[in-house]
T-cell receptor
């Protein structure tokens, strides 16, 4: 499985855009990039997934450059409720390796 | 609310004891996954069941076992408990654990405290 590297923590203020970058130099051709969000004492929650270029949903955007060695999760206009740990995961979307491998994640603190 | 339920919410027990954690997946989901989250180890995959059969094993100790029943609910059994087993135990479910990636939906977790 490709190893991921993310910043341990980030601070932001309400209303700002937050970009969290994840490095995955050894990403394989079949690997997809997935982000999960976890609030304290709650289970992780799927945010977004992508393979290349840009993916956007109602919660976030995911930017993936052509070499796919990194990806950036973008949270527009964060609020206090976006304070959470964000995990970047890389894995095969095909058969096998269904379990999720979580790294240390990025702890985002949003201040008023 | 993810649709995944876990009981009990909290569990306090003593070293050497045995406990059973229960998980009911979302309606229609065939795969159940168990994860352990502790302060020093982070979120770790333990085991996966698909439609009643064990599908994948992670860092699950021999003292731990799990099963998935015909109605698709799952139980995680932890025996000979040690202080280090204190953690949050999450269950997750997904529609199909065999082929294309499916988003996993996590339950609220069971907080186990071993004294």
């Amino acid at each position: 499985l490709a190893k991921t590297t993310q910043p341990i923590s980030m601070d932001s203020y309400e209303g700002q855009e937050v970009n969290i970058t994840c490095s995955h130099n050894n990403i394989a051709t079949n690997d997809y990039i997935t982000w999960y969000q976890q609030f304290p004492s709650q289970g992780p929650r799927f945010i977004i997934q992508g393979y290349k270029t840009k993916v956007t949903n109602e919660v976030a955007s995911l930017f993936i450059p052509a070499d796919r060695k990194s990806s950036t999760l973008s949270l527009p206009r964060v609020s206090l409720s976006d304070t959470a740990v964000y995990y970047c995961l890389v894995g095969d979307r095909g058969t096998g390796r269904r379990a999720l491998t979580f790294g240390s994640g990025t702890r985002l603190q949003v201040q008023p | 609310d993810s649709g995944v339920t876990q009981t009990p919410k909290h569990l306090i027990t003593a070293t050497g004891q045995r406990v059973t954690l229960r998980c009911s997946p979302r309606s229609g989901d065939l795969s159940v996954y168990w994860y352990q989250q502790s302060l020093d180890q982070g979120l770790q995959f333990l085991i996966q069941y698909y439609n009643g059969e064990e599908r994948a094993k992670g860092n699950i100790l021999e003292r731990f076992s799990a099963q998935q029943f015909p109605d698709l609910h799952s139980e995680l059994n932890l025996s000979s408990l040690e202080l280090g087993d204190s953690a949050l135990y999450f269950c997750a479910s997904s529609v199909d654990g065999q082929r294309a990636y499916n988003e996993q939906f996590f339950g609220p977790g069971t907080r186990l405290t071993v004294l």
